[in-house]
C-alpha cells in the first residue's frame, strides 16, 4: 500500500466491527456538538442527523465558516474509483460520498447510513456507510453513474479533535476510508477533507511552507502543491488546510485545490490524495491526516507555519 502509516491511525475505533456484528441495527443519533476555546472565542463543530454525522457546522468568533445546503456542501470526506475503466475517469462516476447523494438534495434525510458516533468535549468519532453521490442512471457532465445501487460498502471514519499540541485554533481530522473486497479499481482518488464555505471567503492564498509566507493566489480552478487559505476581503475570517502527508506519490505536482462556484454562492477547498496500482487497489484501510486552521488570516498563516516546523 503506498499510502503511509500515520500515528493518528491508533485513534481508530472499533464502529466497523459492531457494524458488521449486527449491533447498528438502531442507528445511533447523528445530532452532535463539540467545542473549544481558541482565542477570545470558541470553535464549534455540528454534526445532524440530516447529513449522516458530517459536519453541518463551524462557527469561531460569530461567523459560520461552512455553506451546508445539498449533501454535498459540508465539511466532510469522498472518495472517486476509476472501475478499472482507465482514461475514462471522471469523479462522480463512482463517487462514495459521506454526507449523501445528489438526490438527497436539500432534504432532512440522507442515503449514507451513520452506524457510529461518539461526541465529547473536544473530539469527535464516527464511522459512516457512504452512498454513491449519484443514483443509478444517473449522469454528471453528460458521464453516467457506474454504480448499481445507492448505497456503497465504503466505510468512512473520522476523528476530529478541536486543539492539536499548544494550537488551540488548529483541529486535527483523521480520515480513514475502508475500501471493501470484491472492487476493481487501479485508481483511486480520496478526497480526504474539503470545506465548503460561504462565498464571502472570497480571497485565495496560497501558503509556502518553505518561508512561511502567503500570497494571493487565482481561482484556478484546480489543484496545486502548496496549502491553500481561503479568507474573508478583510482578513477577519480565514481556514486553512495543511497535511503532513501530502504529497501523494507519482502527484507531487497536486494536493490542494481551490474552487469558486459563482452561480451556486459557494467556495471550496480540498485536500486530495490518490493511489494508483495498474494490479489493483487493494481493500482495506487508507488513512489520512489532515489539519485545518481557523481565525485571522495572520492566526491562520502562523498556526500553519509552526505545524510545518513542528511536522
Known sequence: ?????????LFLFCAIG????????????GNAT?????GDSEIVITTTNRLAGAIHSLTWNGKE??????????????????????GEFWAER??????????????????????????TENELQTTTRMAYWLAPGQKSSGRPALNEKILSNHLLSKHVRIGYQNHANVIEYLATFTVPKGEQ????????????MPAEFETFWTFNPETGKIKPIDDGPGEQNLPVILSTKDGNYAMGVYSPEQPSAGFEHAGYGRFRFTA????????????????GIPAGKYPFRVFVAIGTLDDVRQALASLVKEL
Not at 500500500?1 to 491511525?9: D, E, F, H, K
Not at 451546508?68 to 470526506?77: A, T
Not at 478526497?191 to 465548503?196: M, P
Not at 454562492?265 to 493511489?275: D, E, I
Request: charged share 20%; with cysteine; aromatic share 10%.
Open 1 to 9: 500500500m503506498p499510502v503511509r502509516l500515520i500515528q493518528a491511525s
Open 94 to 119: 463512482y463517487n462514495p460520498t459521506e454526507a449523501g447523494s445528489r438526490s438527497d438534495g436539500v432534504g432532512p434525510t440522507s442515503s449514507s447510513k451513520l452506524l457510529s458516533l461518539r461526541a
Open 18 to 29: 459492531f457494524a458488521q456484528a449486527g449491533f447498528a441495527d438502531t442507528p445511533p443519533d
Open 185 to 196: 479499481h487501479t485508481y483511486a482518488q480520496f478526497e480526504a477533507l474539503t470545506g465548503y
Open 65 to 86: 465558516f461552512i455553506d451546508s445546503f445539498d449533501h454535498g456542501r459540508q465539511l466532510q470526506s469522498a472518495a472517486s474509483f476509476d472501475c478499472s475503466l482507465p
Open 34 to 38: 463539540i467545542r473549544r476555546k481558541a
Open 264 to 279: 451556486a454562492k459557494v467556495v471550496k477547498w480540498n485536500c486530495a490524495f490518490r493511489v494508483r496500482n495498474q494490479q
